[in-house]
């Protein structure tokens, strides 16, 4: 009865079309908000993947997200570097500064004060000129879309269009002369100001009196220790907090997601998505029920159990559901092709789908149950009525 | 029980009553319908509207709960029994032609007809081969792929009929089998109906107004006001 069932649900096709087209639709709905707001939460820790070398991220305890700018004393490095299972320990400066380009652009960079000696902390790609080339006098490196857009420069006064900035070129950090010594790649964050890397010496030496202080501390754990463990023990021993690189990152995301209302308002177009899929697909299934009422009577008549129509039904209602969420699903996937090459969030992690078929799983169980509460209410005796 | 020999009791309702509704919206339908139909007969009922035709049939297919007296259909007590219970006994011994035929409009022919096969357990494919040949019993062996609407209301008829045979009831119900036929044809599918369902151990109780078509009953029950009036034999023997 399986088949006798698809057969019913397929043999009116401009219905199951329109079924299938809701389904598509609220699967989309749900499933491509999904993925941009898993785009966004991805971007909130973009930065603290990139750095990658270091195990733990060590910070003043007030500190809540990646641009945080509370300071510590130059002494925590030193009490990190004595708690046991930490192999090695850097200092990083990250603070906002203005920026004056050579064609007098003014704009609010981010630096990055990489530890002198060994570097650690450096983006993973260099695009053009070399990491070791940060420790020539006034050297930085610049981020090569960063150079195309925020740090783009006017060749002379008047010209309209901009050039990228390259190895070579000049701007002012807070006043300070530095020269462009290579550009690096980045994944795109969730903050936008350009990201320009220095020394850590050089970072201290430009940035405001009031500003030259320690920020983050990058520590390596030592082979056989507990990450985790010694994170505790750092936090526990410095006064200091001291996360893995996963928990600074969810540190990150949970204080955005908060602090920006993204995760509520995201959250209320996933939701719309989902009532809006329940409401199409509801309607559509209870009219295809109730079109069908009939014939599900004059089967009752003819024998078929309450549990036999509810597996008829509940096939149709899967079938309709697998199509609409696969076809749903390919949209989004396709919308993200088109999505990836833009500036726009789109992460379309395995969550996401799955999130998106329990949905409208959901959505398709609570509209099928409207309708099979009809058909189980069904008297055999109504076909014989005219 | 289960008779079957010929003319053997099928269905046997005493002081049959049916009431819809309660209190001042009660409706009594049937107060007190004695009725026999044996096996190896036609038997008619007829009757104006609304004097309960309709439900007793339902009484008698186990599609409806009666209210009072006593309903035996091959010895069986349908009404005493459970939904589900009920539902197998309706797959395996009843057959319907329904008023307003009820042929799914998306499946075809062989589907409609294969569909109580199903209902019993049949495989898709036994299920459809064993309606195909019951197609061509009913004279519509070329039309087994195609769908109701590109049927005529005669050949819906028949394929509504072979529906209700397929399976092989002892008990074959026809609301008002021909009130959406022309006589010709109303007269056709009754001669059918009667040469494919006409077996010793099998009942073929008809809902009728048509009196063009009385000639064909073995007999016919004249109902009026929720009862049985009187039963008469056939005006002809067949």
């Known amino acids: 009865m399986i088949r006798i069932a698809l057969r019913m649900l397929l043999g009116d096709k401009l219905k199951y079309a329109g079924l299938v087209a809701g389904l598509a639709f609220a699967t989309l709905l749900i499933t491509q908000q999904g993925s941009i707001f898993a785009g966004f939460v991805l971007r909130t820790g973009a930065w603290i993947r990139d750095t990658g070398q270091a195990d733990l991220w060590v910070m003043d305890k007030q500190v809540e997200f990646t641009e945080d700018r509370k300071t510590m004393l130059d002494s925590s490095l030193l009490r990190v570097r004595g708690v046991e299972g930490v192999e090695w320990a850097v200092p990083m400066y990250k603070a906002y500064m203005p920026c004056r380009l050579s064609d007098g652009t003014r704009v609010v960079v981010r630096v990055i004060g990489l530890d002198d000696a060994t570097l650690l902390g450096a983006p993973p790609i260099i695009e053009s000129g070399a990491l070791e080339a940060l420790r020539q006098d006034r050297a930085v490196l610049i981020d090569a879309a960063d150079a195309q857009d925020e740090l783009a420069i006017r060749e002379a006064l008047g010209d309209t269009s901009k050039r990228p900035m390259q190895v070579g070129d000049r701007l002012d950090l807070n006043d300070h002369e530095m020269v462009v010594v290579g550009r690096y790649r980045r994944t795109t964050e969730f903050f936008w100001d350009p990201l320009i890397y220095t020394t850590y010496t050089r970072a201290l030496a430009i940035a405001p009196p009031e500003r030259r202080m320690l920020n983050f501390v990058l520590a390596r754990v030592k082979p056989g220790y507990d990450h985790d463990a010694v994170a505790a023990k750092i936090s526990e021993l410095s006064g200091l907090q001291a996360y893995t690189e996963a928990g600074f990152e969810a540190r990150s995301e949970e204080f955005i997601l908060r602090k920006t209302g993204i995760l509520a308002n995201f959250g209320i177009t996933i939701a719309l998505g989902f009532v809006i899929g329940v409401l199409i697909s509801g309607q559509l299934l209870y009219n295809f029920i109730l079109d069908n009422q009939r014939s599900f009577a004059a089967m009752k008549a003819m024998g078929a159990s309450n549990f036999m129509l509810l597996r008829m039904v509940a096939a149709q209602v899967l079938f309709a559901a697998f199509v609409g969420f696969g076809i749903g699903v390919g949209l989004t996937a396709l919308s993200g092709n088109f999505l990836e090459k833009s500036e726009l969030a789109f992460n379309m992690a395995w969550q996401v789908p799955v999130f998106g078929g329990i949905a409208i799983l959901i959505c398709c169980l609570f509209a099928a149950a409207l309708s099979i509460s009809r058909v189980l209410r069904l008297e055999p005796a109504v076909v014989f009525k005219g | ?238």
């Not at chain 2, 087994?144 to 009831?169: F, M």
């Not at chain 2, 959406?180 to 109303?186: M, N």
Request: proline fraction near 3%; hydrophobic fraction near 40%; include cysteine.
């Open chain 2, 1 to 238: 029980m289960n008779t079957t020999t010929r003319h053997a009791l099928a269905v046997d309702c005493r002081a049959l009553t049916k009431q819809y509704g309660q209190g001042e919206n009660a409706v009594q339908a049937l107060r007190g319908v004695d009725l026999d139909v044996r096996t190896g007969e036609m038997t008619y009922l007829v009757g104006p509207s609304g004097c309960g035709k309709t439900t007793l049939i339902s009484v008698i297919a186990g599609t409806l709960d009666r209210t009072g007296g006593s309903c035996h259909v091959f010895g069986d007590d349908v009404a005493s029994w459970g939904e589900r219970k009920r539902a197998a006994w309706r797959g395996r011994n009843v057959g319907f032609v329904f008023q307003a035929l009820n042929l799914v409009p998306t499946l075809t022919a062989a589907e409609n007809v294969a569909v109580p096969l199903m209902i019993l357990g049949e495989g898709h494919d036994a299920a459809l081969k064993r309606a195909a040949a019951m197609l061509e019993r009913v004279d519509l062996g070329a039309r087994t792929r195609s769908l109701p609407a590109q049927l005529s209301g005669g050949q819906q008829q028949r394929v509504a009929i072979a529906r209700a045979l397929v399976h092989e009831p002892r008990l074959v119900v026809c609301d008002e089998p021909t009130s959406a036929l022309d006589h010709e044809t109303g007269q056709r599918v009754m001669e059918l109906l009667r040469s494919v369902a006409s077996r010793d151990d099998r009942a073929l109780l008809v809902v009728t107004h048509d009196s063009r078509i009385f000639a064909l009953a073995d007999r016919i029950a004249h109902m009026d006001d929720g009862r049985v009036q009187r039963v008469e034999s056939a005006p002809s023997s067949h």
